[in-house]
């Protein structure tokens, strides 16, 4: 058990290697991926079919022997089981049905989480195919990305609904984030149950928001997630991941209660080598277009991440998820520039 590298590291030790694994590491870059998802054309019924969702988180392990399984599954499962349509229209990405603020604030949280079991089952699956080595990690989405999606219904380019209705609707946008938190908190719970030893908190759409906001919206429900998941006795370390936050990724670091933080590829690495909490394990944050890229580009970057965050508890990984148009050799090359050094 404490054989696990990436453990280790979130513990707080410092490794020569860092241990890897990648953001999207099971998707569409991967034939094998490809090929069970022809059979899946229903995304959401596909992320809960423990069997073939387990099939495919152990195919990159199988293939590249990574450090951590992430459970394939998907942020948006959690409005799914608090009652708003969820679907993916083929290349267009999430669609969400469309539903006013005041009735997303009145889901109720209770019970939703139980309806997300098969990815608990999916967990006990893919714990019993993988290597004892190999950390396990579960995830969801933090309150105020889920929230995006479900207000704008789907992506959108600067969530320009939600972040109106985080100013002009407040007790009404707090209500949603508090049931979010909740759900998403026993959601976490299970998953650590189940076999989780690592938890992730996926704050995509953490960028663009004033300090005053950012402290609301991303900080105070991410923290009441962290409580309550702590209040359960679970033990399991939880990266918190606030995409795009820029200088408040100090704040969100000190102040949400997460172990270790996963920085993207636009946040300066000198900056945040300076400034991020110098005993916290941090994640990343490697530009996934470096990896398409491969050759010297991708050797040179790796061996800049490695340099920078060297003598400190550091886990590789991309700045956000693989593309599908990545070339499955550059991750093959990716691991042999991080172990080879
Ligand atoms: C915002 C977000 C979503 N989902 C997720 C996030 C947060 C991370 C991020 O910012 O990317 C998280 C996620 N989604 C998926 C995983 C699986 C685990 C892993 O990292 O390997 C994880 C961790 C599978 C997936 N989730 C999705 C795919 C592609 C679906 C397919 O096979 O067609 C996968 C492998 C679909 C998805 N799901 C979502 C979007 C926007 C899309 C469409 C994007 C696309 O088409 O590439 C919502």
Known sequence: MTERALLKVLSGETL?????WLMRQAGRYLPEYRAVRAQQPDFIAFCLNPEAAAEVTLQPIRRYGFDASIVFADILLIPHAMGQKVWFEKGE????????????SALRPDGAAQK????CDTLRLVRAGLPES?????????PWTVATYMI?????????????????????????LANLADTTADYLIAQAK??????????SWAEGLP???????????TRRIVERVRAAGITAPIIGFPKGAGPHYVRYAEETGIDAIATDHGLDTDWAVANLPRSMPVQGQLDPAVLRAGGTALEGEVSRLLDAWGGRPYVFNLGHGINPDVPPEHVSELLAHIRGR
Do not use: Q
């Open 211 to 221: 300090a005053p906001l950012f402290n609301r919206v991303v900080i105070a429900p």
């Open 16 to 20: 020569k290697t860092p241990p890897v």
């Open 134 to 142: 190999c950390t396990l990690i579960g995830f969801a989405g933090a």
């Open 93 to 104: 990405g999430p669609r969400l049905a469309a539903m006013s603020l005041d009735t997303l």
């Open 194 to 203: 189940a076999g989780a030893d690592v938890l992730k908190i996926f704050e």
């Open 152 to 176: 704008e219904g789907g992506g959108s380019k600067d969530r320009w609904k939600a972040r109106t209705a985080a100013w002009s609707e407040p007790e009404t946008m707090d209500r949603l």
């Open 116 to 119: 997300l079991s098969a990815v």
